[in-house]
């Protein structure tokens, strides 16, 4: 009775952790479809390129903590010429264009790291400091994990005082509300969209370099994220942050449990769970009427 209890335990906490790297990649689709009206479907495509960026990085400097800190300064910088020169000149022809454009962007970006860094799993060795187990709910459990939440944490309480304390955040938050009503008070709004979409990109850039380590660094890495990111987005309410982290981790506990209890249909799962909010709530849990 205890080996199984424990066993849920540890599962629950599992579930977090991939909780907590889905809110990286998902907190700044989510407020840039607020702010922007684009639903970017090349932003898995970021959390790819942080970890291919950290790999390169690595091998250079042999710091993990250097590549955590300059691998998403370069997704960011990435981010932030992708929506200057390709997706700004597109944004008044309508959201189609916008697909299509981010679709053929992520396209572009997976060739660019095949021919990069080619088409096999890159081994990424866990930073010496973190490879360590502790003794967790009677069970061993890696440090790295514990690290991923830990910092994860951190980003969250960091991003949180950014939007609600501060006059960038106030200017995030009424432009997701009313982006018209904020250009007309003077405030340069596609400086202040170019800085939101360099930031989402650089959150899932800097969740590509945690997740290399124990989830691999690959070509598809971007497809297989991209999948429960949307969910999340979705599930959460377009624009919504809290929305964001609460089905984070909704989703990385169902993912979690349901490799344990129903390995066939873990998948399955969270498309259910979608299914099930869209219909009780189409706009989402916290997401606003249309």
Do not use: C
């Not at 962007?105 to 490879?131: F, Y």
């Not at 360099?198 to 690959?218: E, F, Q, T």
């Not at 971007?222 to 599930?235: C, E, I, T």
Request: charged letters at 5%; hydrophobic letters at 60%.
């Amino acid at each position: 009775m205890e080996s199984h209890l424990n066993t849920v335990l540890i599962t629950f906490v599992h579930g977090l952790v991939y909780g907590m790297l889905l809110f990286l990649v998902a907190s700044g689709l989510s407020i840039v479809f607020g702010m922007m009206g684009v639903l970017n479907l090349a932003h898995a495509s970021f959390y790819m390129l942080g970890a291919y960026f950290g790999y390169s990085v690595l091998g250079v400097t042999h710091s993990f903590w250097l590549s955590l800190l300059l691998a998403p300064v370069l997704v960011a910088l990435a981010g932030s010429l992708a929506e200057r020169f390709l997706l700004r000149p597109v944004h008044a022809a309508g959201h189609l264009f916008e697909l299509l454009l981010t679709i053929g962007l992520s396209l572009v970006m997976l060739e660019i790291v095949k021919w990069s860094w080619g088409t096999e799993p890159l081994p990424v060795a866990l930073p010496e400091s973190l490879s360590g187990t502790v003794q967790i709910f009677g069970s061993t459990y890696p440090v790295y994990r514990l690290f991923i939440f830990g910092f994860g944490s951190i980003v969250v309480i960091v991003l949180a005082g950014v939007l609600f304390k501060t006059n960038l955040g106030m200017i995030v938050r009424a432009a997701i509300d009313d982006p018209e009503m904020v250009s007309s008070l003077g405030t340069n709004t596609p400086l202040v969209f170019n800085l939101v979409f360099s930031l989402g990109a650089g959150l899932a850039g800097m969740a590509g370099v945690i997740a290399g380590p124990i989830l691999g660094i690959y070509p598809g890495m971007a497809q297989v994220m991209g999948l429960d990111v949307f969910v999340v987005v979705v599930v959460g309410g377009l624009g919504s942050l809290f929305g964001a982290i609460l089905a984070s981790f909704m989703i990385g506990e169902l993912q979690s449990f349901g490799v344990l209890l129903f390995p066939r249909f873990s998948l399955i799962l969270i498309f259910l769970l979608m299914a099930v909010v869209l219909s009780i709530k189409p706009q989402g849990m916290f997401g606003e009427k249309g």
